[in-house]
């Protein structure tokens, strides 16, 4: 059963500096989110993408934080400069068009194992 | 703006028993869908239960199913027959119709012993 990959699983990073995430969702999912879960919390939505468009990232702190989804495809998620507020889990998830093979809107999102990210 | 609370932050359970995890919202929106989603351990959020607020019937899945009452805005989930395997974060979700962002509640962890 194909799955949403991210990458790393883990990253320790110290404050002020960058870092990185990687998402490949499922191949043919149109729409790609990105989640950001504090520990004790659940995930809230940093940015949303249809194709390689953004359509929602009014939660994303556009100061620090930038995501991209260049051919539509795989993304990239970047912290700069990270801070220790930063730490927590970050979560890619990606599901369907409606009406590919049936899907709906308010269908499944499908979610990655995370990066969990810890900022010293 | 909706919200979900998940009043419970640690639930257990027997082995082979029921248990059943609560959670309410709040909206001004008729028509929405709610979800239940199982984060095991060091893996990835799945999908366990989906309710489309417009049915009435309250959706089963298996050894799972949800009580939805939409005009007091709850929305419980019960596992039956509770497994080892169980033990996972629940979180309860809420997505307003003709969108697709979720809103999720601070979780339950649920600890399934022998």
């Known amino acids: 059963e194909a799955e949403v990959a991210q990458s790393p699983r883990y990253k320790i990073t110290e404050k002020s500096q960058a870092v990185a995430f990687w998402c490949d969702p499922i191949?043919?999912?149109?729409?790609l989110y990105w989640y950001r879960q504090i520990l004790g919390q659940g995930p809230e939505l940093l940015v949303q993408?249809?194709?390689?468009?953004?359509?929602?990232d009014s939660q994303l702190p556009k100061d620090r934080f930038s995501a991209e989804r260049l051919k539509g495809v795989d993304s990239t998620l970047k912290i700069q400069p990270a801070e220790l507020g930063d730490s927590a889990m970050y979560l890619c998830?990606?599901?369907?068009?409606?009406?590919?093979?049936?899907?709906?809107?308010?269908?499944?999102?499908?979610f990655g194992p995370g990066t969990r990210l810890t900022v010293l | 703006a909706q919200t979900v609370t998940q009043s419970q932050p640690e639930m257990s359970v027997q082995e082979a028993e029921t248990v059943t995890l609560s959670c309410t919202y709040d909206?001004?929106?008729?028509?929405?869908?709610l979800f239940w989603y199982k984060q095991p351990p060091s893996r990835q959020m799945i999908l366990v239960i989906r309710?489309?607020?417009?049915?009435?019937q309250n959706a089963t899945e298996n050894r799972f199913s949800v009580n939805f009452q939409k005009a007091a805005k709850s929305f419980s989930l019960k596992i039956s027959d509770s497994q080892l395997g169980d033990t996972a974060m629940y979180f309860c979700?809420?997505?307003?119709?003709?969108?697709?962002?979720?809103?999720f509640g601070t979780g339950t962890r649920l600890q399934v012993f022998p």
């Open positions: 909206t001004s929106e008729s028509n929405y869908y």
């Open positions: 979700a809420f997505m307003k119709h003709n969108t697709d962002k979720l809103i």
């Open positions: 993408f249809q194709d390689e468009s953004v359509v929602d």
């Open positions: 998830a990606s599901s369907p068009p409606p009406g590919a093979g049936g899907a709906r809107v308010g269908d499944t999102q499908y």
């Open positions: 191949s043919g999912h149109a729409t």
């Open positions: 309710q489309e607020a417009y049915k009435q």
